[in-house]
């Protein structure tokens, strides 16, 4: 903690306004979060994209009384306040944290490398939090900004904390060492993720060492010959593992059984046996560089043994997805802890959109806390999050609660909470289910969820929101962004229009009425375009607040004759050269014409669209079409008397042509990790991962035949696993007869045989697989644009494709 007096001396800054003093305990950087006015501190940081003293005043009027900037603000319209201005912002909350973390005398562990850093931290919290009072870094919480906010949470009853770091170029470890201050560091791998920052391997193999320079103890694969090379060269005290016969842990032997990996290690002349819950090998990886720690930590194989075996995947720790009686469940069960209990509240506040909030909670163990302060600060979260209801699972929590009216049910135990079937009840809400291990709440989540079909497409939030920030950086100071969320925001759902919303987006695009008004019965509050409206729709878009594209005079003239002069705003679309729909350029003359004879038509922006922007060999023609447009919407502005939004560019567009961002662009299949236009955008993340199950896998003879229509045939003994996915959920039928493939345990496996409607056969011989095991249709691991090329399609149309059966699950960390 740190009290308000101290901020100007510990950041160099200089204190503008002298308020109440009060002692800080959460750094606030987000506006949009809610917070406790008396404890809360806000960083007015600013990036090319947002200003944070832009917020200052509405966080005023909210309760927060203690701010950092960096420029000269008013303070008389801040009364009560105080108020530190410093040169850098960021620089400034580095200082306050690192203050924070000298006083700390616990163990700090560093994770950094190319790739697996959040897997290792996870499972390493997972293997370590049952034996010591343990912090963990949130999610992906690893940048310049991420790392400070973690570190923060240190409590001084934490005997150890476990910090990601990560960096994209040179300079910036440095910052994070003074930081996080590590004992105990881990080298997961080097890869080529942030190549364009650095020379060569060497040089960010050295970056990324900055953070080890002053540990005791550095764990990493001894196998990995470039860092270790440097290690070495560096003298940085270590424990190494691998296959060589040098390394301190060695790995003796291997075998892979019934899905799992038997390993023997040797280390102090002590052999030790695990078997590790998957058969993949980076996972063995991940898992190994905890392992290592431990051993080195001295606890013994059957404390590690037994932490195997309750290992939970990264994937699990927290998705949306739909409950019974029209309710959502956001899926936590992972662990419990304040820090993620704080997160997980921020995204129950994000999705609830004006729905009734439940929380069920179990206790929070190994937090090293006593337990009315501990259980103060949980009444303190759920009060600031408006929630209006809580469960509490477990003997600890029952009577901490203190809600403010809202109301509290308390059970000794997850049966005694499922027996009571008061969870029947539960009708159009939103509900947190987050309890720690032991309590298995896994078992809650399933009576709640949804009874559907087990094929499922998995929307991965932090990768849209990296996307969505990636195409914000492209863009000059005063552009927009409109994302279309048309077709339920290419099949993904409006949950994903809540988020946009709560990433400040500008606009959103639908195809039709009924799409807005679906956005907007959920909360949705951000203009929305209507791309293919009808007159007969007016009505309705009227009454939701829904901005109607213009593509034809008469389109326009049926709506002037519904209006009887009620205002309406509307959207200009130009016909530049797709020849699909729009206003030709001799239609310019009658178009204003009739504008300026009913003046309670405001025009909220002009448009057109590109016929060929992702594609080079278009470009003389795209050069046309954008010429076109710009003098067509620059003669319309002149005669009008509001000043329109110009838009012509979409997801390809953005990155090919930023000459013509204009005013505002057209956000659409690049938010999903598409890579549109070229080659060179590999920061774009996949967000969609389909998925399904193997339900059964038997032997046939060769030469037998398989499927519908005997289409399929055996050559050889083959081994055929029935997957549970099929036309009718979007799999298509011309993926039949080894034209498509899944990827089963790493390996790809085609289709043999026909399609069928619920399910599909494919050939898993050269594969490690058994039935339950999980099915990659496309993902991280086989892309989209992949398997859209096996279905002879684009990835607009796979998304749009995949039925409303398929569960759709929300992963957010």
Known sequence: MVITSEIAKICKAEQLAVGVEYTISHLLTDSRKNFDPQTSLFFALT???????????????????????????????????????????LLALQQLVTHKRNGWDGTMIAITGSNGKTIVKEWLHQL?????FTLKSPGSYNSQLGVPLSVWNVLPTHQYAIIEAGISEKGEMNRLKDIIQPAIGIFTNIGSAHDQGFSDIKEKIREKLVLFSNVDTLIYCKDHEAIDREVKQQKIPSITWGMDPLADIRIVKESQINGSIDVSLMYKSKRFNFVLPFNQSIQKENVLHGLALLLFLGFNENQLQYGLRTLKPVAMRQSLRNGINGCQIIDDTYNNDLAGLEHALHFLQQQANGRQKTVILSDLLQTGQIKEKLYKRVSDYLIREKVDHVIGIGPEIEGQLVTKGKSVTYFKSTTDFLQAELWKSFANQIILIKGSRPFSFEKIVMALQERTHETRLEINFNHLIQNYSYFKTLLSGKSKIMVMVKALAYG?????????????????????ADEGITLRNNGITVPIMVMNPTAESLPTMLAHQLEPEVYSINLLNQFIKLLHNQPLSIHIKLETGMNRLGIVDSEIDALLSILSENPSIKVASIFSHLAGADDPSHDEFTLLQAKRFYASAVRIKKELKDDPIIHLLNSAGITRFPKYHFDMVRLGIGLHGVNVGDDSHTQLLPVETFKTFISQIHEVADQESIGYGRMGQAIGKRKIATIAVGYADGFRRNLSRGAGKVLINGTLAPVIGNVCMDMTMVDVTDATAKEGDEVIIFGPSLPLEQHAEMVNTIPYEVLTGISTRVKRVFVYE
Do not use: W
């Open 47 to 89: 990036s090319a994209k947002a200003d944070g003293h832009q917020f200052i005043a509405e966080l005023h009027k909210r309760g927060c009384r203690n701010f950092v900037v960096s420029k000269d603000i008013s303070t008389s319209e801040l009364p009560g306040s105080n108020v530190f201005k410093v040169e850098n912002v």
């Open 128 to 132: 370590l939090a049952p034996h010591a």
């Open 492 to 512: 993904t759902g409006k949950e994903v229009a809540s988020l946009l919303q709560h990433l400040g987006v500008d606009y959103l695009g639908v195809a039709y």
